[in-house]
C-alpha cells in the first residue's frame, strides 16, 4: 500500500477492514488532491508522520504539527492568487493575482499583464482547495490520533462520507466556475505560444532544370 493511503486510513486492528476503508477513501480522494499545489502536498504527507511521531504526539509534536497544518494551508491559499506567464526569453514568470493585474517581479515584455487581474472565480477556488486540504487533514490517520484520539470510530464514517461529499461539491463548483490559472506549485494547463515566435515561412521546393532531349 502507498504511503499516502498508510496516511488517510484510521490504524484499525483488522487489514481487511484497513485495506477496504483505504480503497474507499482514497477512489474519493484521488480526484481532490488534484486541487492542491503539488509541492505543499508532498511536504505535507512527507512531515506529517514525522512530526506527529507516527500518531504518538508529545505536547511539542501538537506545536510542531500545528504550524505544518497553518502554513500548508497559507500555501495553498496562497497559490490561488498566483498566476504565471511567459516572458521574452520562453522561461515562466510567475507573479500573485491583484485587482489592477499580475504584480510580478519579472520582465513582461509584449505581455498583458492586465488581463490577469483578480476575478470572483479565484475566491471560489480558494474556499474549495482550503475545503480539500481539510478534509485531507482530517482523514489523515496521524492527526486523528494526536488530536482527537477518541474520535476514532467517528473517523471511519468520515473516511467514507467526506470525501465523496466534498467531491461533488468541489466539482459542482468548478464546473461552474472553471479556474484557468496557473500558479505556483500547479502545473501548466497549456502552454502559450512564445512571445517573439515568429510565424513559420513556407518555402518552395527548388525547381529542377529538365533537359529536353
Request: proline share 8%; net charge neutral.
Amino acid at each position: 500500500m502507498s504511503e499516502a493511503s498508510s496516511l488517510l486510513i484510521p490504524k484499525t486492528n483488522s487489514p481487511t477492514s484497513s485495506k477496504l476503508m483505504a480503497t474507499k477513501s482514497l477512489s474519493g480522494l484521488e480526484s481532490l488532491i488534484k486541487l492542491l499545489p503539488t509541492g505543499t502536498l508532498f511536504i505535507y504527507l512527507f512531515l506529517s508522520p514525522v512530526l506527529t511521531n507516527d500518531g504518538e504526539c508529545s505536547a511539542a509534536n501538537k506545536v510542531l504539527t500545528s504550524i505544518l497544518v497553518v502554513l500548508c494551508s497559507f500555501s495553498c491559499l496562497f497559490s490561488c492568487f498566483t498566476d504565471s506567464f511567459k516572458g521574452p526569453d520562453g522561461s515562466r514568470k510567475y507573479g500573485i493575482v491583484t485587482k489592477k493585474g499580475l504584480w510580478t517581479y519579472a520582465e513582461p515584455g509584449s505581455v498583458d499583464l492586465s488581463k490577469y487581474k483578480l476575478m470572483i472565480a479565484d475566491f471560489v477556488h480558494a474556499v474549495f482547495v482550503m475545503a480539500v486540504f481539510i478534509t485531507l487533514v482530517l482523514l489523515d490517520s496521524n492527526i486523528g490520533s494526536c488530536f482527537y484520539p477518541r474520535l476514532r470510530e467517528t473517523q471511519k464514517n468520515l473516511v467514507v462520507a467526506l470525501p465523496p461529499v466534498v467531491g461533488v461539491a468541489s466539482a459542482s463548483i468548478f464546473s461552474l466556475f472553471p479556474s484557468k490559472r496557473n500558479g505556483i506549485g500547479y502545473a501548466p494547463a497549456e502552454e502559450e505560444p512564445p512571445v517573439n515566435e515568429e510565424p513559420p515561412v513556407n518555402e518552395e521546393p527548388p525547381k529542377k532544370d529538365y533537359v529536353s532531349p
